[in-house]
């Protein structure tokens, strides 16, 4: 009888290596490369070295992916220590254990379904692999406030599956990767009549993800506005120097009257260096200017009611009602520490300084400006989906404001750029992304880039946006059918695994 190609047919040493460069070849899927068709063919390697091993093996196996993947592609994390004033060797050790800490979710998920063991080699690949997944995606996403990088789905936004987002959100995209890379490996490592299984529902899915292409999830709501990004290029060692204040206000005012056509200007995060409170005289020149043509700043700046109060990251509307939003989903390490009683000594030993932020309210007001209701969510908050639709469908518009001047000239900001092209994707409305350095963009409800900032420049990008109104199925329901969908898979697997297994033992 014929078999498939097994992985054990090569020592495993072998494949321990396949599963290490399949980890490292991962990142090139997303940007800046947007290789993404290695978003199927990487998995799909872990997949195959999976098979047929020990729990202990996959474990290592799956170990070693991750250090590929992460290792080199959440590398942009050491470069944010140098601005924390972190000695480098330190720095190098902090990224080295966040590493291991995301190679651990690979590694017992490959350790999981090896447990998991029995069954046709289509049960398990068809429906155990991607669904496991995908779930795996999903508690790395909130598990300890969570981390969404190089989830499989936002490799996808320049893809045909990008259709599907709409639909299913990131998660979706994510399981037909996954799923498709588990019907490869089945065609590889099975020589029997099932081995095709899986093509034709993979054709299904990438066929239906075409004919989606035309689908209006949303519509304008009035006609487009002239909008501008304001790039301030305020190098994240001189923003809070007292002697480079002066000359930043100057800056963002001189980008700003350069922008006299534009109804909404947005600025980055913490574009003025100090709290809010500090800036009441140059706030009130600002609302002078755009208040009469009835345009409006949104601006990020820190902000503190007294001396005694907690401190947020906020974005703040001049020439509106004085609604201010607070960041909610904050940076563990970078805007907050937590486990303070814990790690707090252990930050003074390694000279490591965290700032103190405040989350802010859960149910945020909704921002309006310049005739648009919006969306806001500041740097990280973009790379939860389910966070980001809460604004939704009220919002006619998403805002980002960033700084991603923490990571230099590295890959970190194009990945954020991609997450933030999925949220428009999602949510079918215009984002308007401003960030310090750059990459500042305009986005549109297809995930497209209309117009985008160079990086390390001070710039203005102009457009012209609607208000968008309407609701994707993925902002009326979130990952919730996605993620019920993955659970049933996952629990028809372990019940037709434990008949089989009864059905031996009764043999």
């Known amino acids: 009888m014929r078999t498939g190609l097994s992985p054990n047919a090569f020592p495993d040493r072998l494949v321990d ?292 109060s907690p401190v947020h990251n906020s974005v703040a509307v001049v020439g509106g009602d004085g609604t201010l939003y607070h960041k909610r989903h904050l940076v563990p390490f970078g805007e907050f520490l937590p486990l303070k009683g814990f790690l707090g000594p252990l930050t003074q030993v390694l000279r490591v300084q965290v700032s103190d932020f405040s989350p802010g309210p859960d149910a945020p007001p909704m921002l309006e400006a310049a005739g648009f209701k919006l969306g806001v969510s500041i740097c990280y908050e973009v790379a939860f989906g389910d966070e980001v639709r809460e604004a939704l469908p009220a919002a006619q518009l998403l805002v980002n404001v960033t700084n991603d001047a923490w990571f230099g000239d590295s890959i970190g900001p194009h990945q954020h750029l991609q997450i933030a092209r999925m949220r428009a994707l999602e949510t079918g409305r215009y984002l308007l992304r401003a960030a310090n350095t750059g990459i500042s963009a305009v986005i549109g409800p297809d995930g497209r880039i209309i117009a985008r900032s160079r990086q390390f420049r001070a710039e203005v990008l102009k457009a012209a946006v609607p208000p968008m109104m309407g609701a994707t199925p993925y902002v009326r329901f979130g990952d919730r059918p996605v993620l019920a969908a993955l659970f049933l898979l996952l629990a028809v697997t372990i019940t037709l695994t434990r008949r089989g297994r009864t059905a031996a033992d009764a043999a």
């Not at 590493?99 to 398990?124: D, H, I, M």
């Not at 300890?144 to 979706?172: E, I, K, M, N």
């Not at 706030?283 to 009469?292: F, I, N, Q």
């Open 17 to 308: 290596l396949l599963a290490f460069i399949a980890g490292l070849i991962l990142p090139l899927a997303f940007a800046p490369y947007g290789l993404y068709p290695l978003a199927i063919l990487a998995p799909g390697v872990l997949f195959w070295s999976w098979l047929e091993c020990s729990p202990r093996r996959a474990l290592w196996r799956g170990l070693l992916f991750g250090f590929g993947t992460f290792g080199l592609g959440v590398s942009w994390i050491q470069e944010s220590f140098q601005f924390s004033f972190v000695p480098p060797l330190v720095a190098l050790v902090l990224t080295g254990g966040f590493v291991l800490f995301l190679s651990c979710y690979p590694a017992l998920l490959g350790y999981l379904l090896a447990r998991l063991g029995s069954g046709g080699k289509a049960q398990r690949l068809l429906l155990a692999f991607p669904a496991a997944w995908v779930l795996a995606e999903w508690v790395r996403g909130w598990f300890l406030t969570g981390f969404t990088w190089l989830q499989l789905g936002y490799s996808q936004v320049d893809s045909p599956l990008r259709h599907l987002a709409p639909l299913g959100g990131v998660y979706l995209l994510s399981w037909v990767c996954a799923f498709s890379a588990a019907a490869l490996v089945l065609v590889i490592a099975d020589r029997g009549r099932g081995r095709w299984l899986g093509i034709p529902l993979v054709a299904l899915v990438w066929m239906a993800a075409v004919g989606l292409a035309g689908i209006p999830w949303s519509e304008p709501a009035g006609a487009a506005q002239p909008v501008a990004l304001i790039q301030g290029n305020v190098s994240q060692d001189l923003k809070w120097r007292p002697d480079q204040r002066g000359p930043t206000l100057a800056r963002y005012l001189g980008l700003t009257r350069g922008s006299e056509e534009a109804r909404l200007i947005v600025w980055p995060e913490t574009a003025l260096p100090g709290f809010y409170q500090s800036f009441t005289d140059y706030l009130a020149r600002l609302d002078a200017e755009v208040r009469p043509r009835q345009a409006a700043i949104l601006l990020g700046v820190p902000y503190r009611e007294s001396a005694n």
